[in-house]
T-cell receptor, first 119, second 114 residues
């Protein structure tokens, strides 16, 4: 599989500030990374697909101007939550595509997540 | 399929017993399925996968069964251990013109009783 890290693991910020979350693929060059958010006791909701060297593809209902994604290299994607508000408090998780045990690159390997709390 | 719920289904199992976690998926065209385990405060961890041309796949203590007729996926864990306590998600993958679309189920919380 792929090894994925995220930084920071925890962030607390004031309402109105911007927060940047980094996602790194440590052992795999990822042309595509994925960003999810997860509210307590709920499933993962795909926010956007991050494409290296091009614009991210956002899911319906996700504001691209609020959740800025930059995928400048094959190992790093960043998610910036701009003008954060308390309702943005959530668990943000990134993933990269990699080989599963059945072959193919459809398997996603996840980072440890970043918990954001907006006061 | 993709669902958002306020309350995760919970399965309580005695340590040493076998666990069966079920998942209904939504798209009959999905061609690849994955089970993930998510411990509290962590990202999902890959457990096992299966392609649509198979109906059973076994790993270490885990077995995935796929019934395409009723769009049903299950994860069987043998000799459940306390460390298996987590939330388990199934995911279905659809390959559409080279674009991968992954959809997660709502998850099932497994509680192992020592």
């Amino acid at each position: 599989g792929a090894v994925v890290s995220q930084h920071p693991s925890w962030v607390i910020c004031k309402s109105g500030t911007s927060v940047k979350i980094e996602c790194r693929s440590l052992d795999f060059q990822a042309t595509t990374m994925f960003w999810y958010r997860q509210f307590p006791k709920q499933s993962l909701m795909l926010m956007a697909t991050s494409n290296e060297g091009s614009k991210a593809t956002y899911e319906q209902g996700v504001e691209k101007d609020k959740f800025l994604i930059n995928h400048a290299s094959l190992t790093l994607s960043t998610l910036t939550v701009t003008s954060a508000h308390p309702e943005d408090s959530s668990f943000y998780i990134c993933s990269v595509g990699g080989f599963g045990t059945s072959g193919g690159l459809e398997t996603q390997y996840f980072g440890p997540g970043t918990r954001l709390l907006v006061l | 399929g993709e669902s958002v719920g306020l309350h995760l289904p919970t399965l309580s199992v005695q340590e040493g017993d076998n666990s069966i976690i079920n998942c209904a998926y939504s798209n009959s065209a999905s061609d690849y399925f994955i089970w993930y385990k998510q411990e509290s405060g962590k990202g999902p961890q890959f457990i096992i996968d299966i392609r649509s041309n198979m109906d059973k796949r076994q790993g270490q203590r885990v077995t995935v069964l796929l019934n395409k007729t009723v769009k049903h996926l299950s994860l069987q864990i043998a000799a459940t251990q306390p460390g298996d306590s987590a939330v388990y998600f199934c995911a279905e993958n659809l390959n559409s013109g080279g674009y991968q679309k992954v959809t997660f189920g709502i998850g099932t919380k497994l509680q192992v009783i020592p």
